[in-house]
C-alpha cells in the first residue's frame, strides 16, 4: 500500500509540504483524463469554429499545440470548459465545465487515496475547492486588455487556507497538486516557502494576477523550486505558501490542485458539492458512481444561475492597509 513512511511524514509536518514521485502511473491514470480533454478541446473548437470565432478547428494538432491555436485565435483563455468547478460568480444555465469520468476516477484512485489517509485519517472527504489547470506558454497567451498581463501566467503567493471561508480554520485541509505532463522549471513548476505553515494564516491582497499574500507579510528566505514529471504528487498544507513560476516553454502545462479533509468538517466554500472519497468505518457512504457526481456540479449550477448567489468566497477586505 503505498502510504507515506514516518521519514516523509516528519518532512511533510516539519516543512509543510512533500513530493512523492511517481504515485500515479501515466497511463493508466493520467492519459485516459487528457483523452477525455481532448474532447472538450473538440468541443470547444466546433463551437467557436461555428460561430465564426476561429477559423479551422483546427483537428490534426496535437491536444497542446491545438489549445495554444484555439487560445490564441478567439484572444480568449476558454479555461472554464475544462475546469471541474463553477466560477464564483455570475453563474449561467449554460456555464461550462467538465466532470468526467476519467477525472472522478482520479479524484478516488486508491494510491491517492492511500497516501491522503497517512496524512488525514481513514475518514476522507472530497473537498470541492478543486481545478485544472492548463497553462500555455506565456508568450502564446491572449492578454488581458485591462491589465496588459497574460490571461494565465504565474500563480501568486499564497496559502490555500486563504481562499476559502473562516469556517474551514480550525479543520485540516490538505493540498494534493500534480501535473498531467511534465512540470519543469520552464514549464512554470510551483514553488513553496518551507515552514511558512508555521506562520498562521497571513493576510491576502486583490491584485491583478489574482490573490496574493501581502507583499509585507512574505518570508524573506529562498523559495523551494519543485520541478516535477507527470505522475509525482505534491501534498502542501493548508497555510504552505506557495507559487508558481511562468511558462517559458513551447508547450502547455496541465494539472490538477485538489482538496480532501476528514469527513464532517467545513469545506470552506459550502456552496459546492463535495462527498465522501472514503470511510474505513463506513465504506457505503463512499461516493463511487462518476454520474452522480457530474449531477451534483449541474444540480449546483442549476440553483447558482436561478438566483444571483451573493454569499462570499472569501474573507478579504480589499481596502485593508496591507494591501496598500
Keep these: 500500500m503505498p502510504s507515506l513512511d514516518p521519514t516523509q511524514l516528519d518532512q511533510f509536518h516539519r516543512e509543510g509540504y512533500l513530493v512523492v514521485e511517481g504515485l500515479l502511473d501515466v497511463e493508466t491514470v493520467i492519459a485516459p483524463v487528457m483523452r477525455e480533454y481532448e474532447g472538450v478541446l473538440d468541443r470547444l473548437a466546433a463551437e467557436l469554429h461555428a460561430d465564426g470565432t476561429i477559423a479551422s478547428t483546427y483537428k490534426d494538432l496535437p491536444f497542446q499545440e491545438r489549445l495554444t491555436r484555439v487560445y490564441q485565435e478567439s484572444d480568449k483563455v476558454h479555461a472554464q470548459y475544462f475546469d471541474f468547478s463553477l466560477p464564483q460568480g455570475n453563474v449561467q444555465p449554460d456555464t461550462p465545465f467538465w466532470a468526467g469520468p476519467a477525472i472522478f476516477q482520479t479524484l478516488i484512485h486508491e494510491a491517492l487515496l492511500d497516501t491522503v489517509e497517512s496524512i488525514?485519517?481513514?475518514?476522507?472527504?472530497?473537498?470541492?475547492?478543486?481545478?485544472?489547470?492548463?497553462?500555455?506558454?506565456?508568450?502564446?497567451?491572449?492578454?488581458?486588455?485591462?491589465?496588459?498581463?497574460?490571461?494565465?501566467?504565474i500563480t501568486p503567493w499564497h496559502q490555500d487556507n486563504g481562499v476559502v471561508l473562516p469556517e474551514?480554520?480550525?479543520?485540516?485541509?490538505?493540498?494534493?497538486?500534480?501535473?498531467l505532463t511534465d512540470a519543469l522549471v520552464e514549464h512554470g513548476c510551483l514553488q513553496v516557502f518551507p515552514r511558512s505553515h508555521r506562520l498562521g494564516l497571513l493576510h491576502h491582497c486583490?491584485?491583478?494576477?489574482?490573490?496574493?499574500?501581502?507583499?509585507?507579510?512574505?518570508?524573506?528566505?529562498?523559495?523551494?523550486?519543485?520541478?516535477?514529471?507527470?505522475?509525482?504528487?505534491?501534498f502542501l498544507t493548508q497555510l504552505t505558501c506557495h507559487s508558481s513560476l511562468s511558462n517559458v516553454s513551447?508547450?502547455?502545462?496541465?494539472?490538477?490542485?485538489?482538496?480532501?479533509?476528514?469527513?464532517?468538517k467545513?469545506?470552506?466554500?459550502?456552496?459546492?458539492?463535495?462527498?465522501?472519497?472514503?470511510s474505513r468505518s463506513q465504506p457505503h457512504t463512499e461516493l463511487r458512481d462518476p454520474a452522480q457526481w457530474e449531477q451534483m456540479w449541474r444540480d449546483t449550477r442549476d440553483s447558482m444561475a436561478q438566483e444571483e448567489y451573493k454569499a462570499p468566497f472569501n474573507r478579504w477586505n480589499v481596502d485593508a492597509a496591507v494591501c496598500a
Design 168 to 179: 474551514a480554520d480550525d479543520g485540516e485541509i490538505l493540498t494534493v497538486w500534480f501535473s
Design 266 to 278: 467545513p469545506t470552506g466554500r459550502p456552496a459546492f458539492p463535495g462527498f465522501v472519497a472514503r
Design 120 to 153: 488525514v485519517g481513514p475518514e476522507i472527504y472530497s473537498n470541492p475547492v478543486q481545478h485544472v489547470r492548463l497553462k500555455p506558454p506565456e508568450r502564446l497567451t491572449p492578454v488581458n486588455a485591462e491589465t496588459g498581463l497574460a490571461q494565465v501566467g
Design 206 to 234: 486583490r491584485r491583478p494576477i489574482g490573490l496574493s499574500v501581502a507583499e509585507p507579510q512574505l518570508p524573506s528566505q529562498d523559495p523551494a523550486v519543485l520541478p516535477m514529471k507527470a505522475g509525482d504528487v505534491l
Design 250 to 264: 513551447d508547450t502547455v502545462r496541465c494539472s490538477f490542485d485538489l482538496r480532501y479533509q476528514p469527513t464532517g
